[in-house]
């Protein structure tokens, strides 16, 4: 293994065993000794790669969205309509959700808690995931799918809380273990909210059983 090589999976390993232990104990109860101990290395070596918590939150936080962007982009791939492609924008945010646990913690209960976190790669990143939606929001105003009259800040916003809060329900009282089971009923949420013409209940998405 090269030296490059040897230095990455450190990196890897050290970020790895920092999600894990906060997930476990929280940013503020996460101590480098327990994350030094859970990557298999010392104190000083995650110095050697990070400055410090915050620093490696951030870059956690950073590789996270770096991996879902791609993620995201994969499945949006051939899809054309505004409407079909906010779906699949929903659904994948909801299942990397669902397979990515400690990653939703660490952003939801300690990053947007920091100040510095927005002024961090990871959140330059986080806007440009809102750049996608409200760039398929205004696609769907042009196509006349959408309604014309929408603030488009607002409806990003009430998207994005949505699936936070289905986030936050599993953390917290663990009663929705897949919040893609949810998706259809997001989606009809939605299509009250942003359709110009509504389709009755049940038409696209089908009834939820």
């Known amino acids: 293994m090269s030296t490059n090589e040897a230095t ?23 101590t480098l ?3 030094a101990q859970e990557a298999g290395v010392t104190e000083p070596t995650i110095y050697l790669h990070f400055e410090g918590k915050e620093s490696l939150l951030f870059s956690i ?18 899809i054309s309509g505004a409407e079909n492609k906010l779906s699949k924008l929903v ?39 809102s750049g996608i939606l409200l760039s398929i929001l205004d ?18 916003d009430v998207v994005f809380g949505l699936m936070d809060y289905e986030a936050i329900r599993y953390f ?3 009663e929705k273990p897949d919040a893609t089971q949810d998706h259809a009923d997001i989606m009809r949420l939605l299509e009250r909210m942003l359709l110009s013409k509504y389709r ?3 038409e696209r998405w089908g009834k939820r059983k």
Not at 105 to 121: A, E, H, I, T, W
């Open 91 to 129: 659904w994948c945010h909801l299942r990397y959700s669902d397979t990515n646990r400690d990653f939703m913690s660490v952003v939801l209960f300690d990053c947007r808690n920091s100040r510095n976190f927005y002024k961090s790669g990871a959140y330059a990143l986080l806007r440009r995931y």
């Open 61 to 78: 936080a950073e590789e996270q969205m770096k991996r879902y962007l791609l993620f995201l982009d994969e499945h949006l791939q051939g």
């Open 8 to 30: 990455l999976t450190t990196r890897e390993n050290i970020i790895r065993a920092f999600t894990s232990v906060v997930a476990k104990n929280g940013f503020e109860g996460a």
């Open 33 to 35: 000794s327990e994350i």
């Open 139 to 156: 696609e769907g105003i042009r196509e006349g799918v959408f309604r014309p009259d929408m603030n488009l800040a607002l409806v990003r």
């Open 200 to 202: 009755p209940q049940g």
């Open 172 to 174: 917290v009282t663990r």
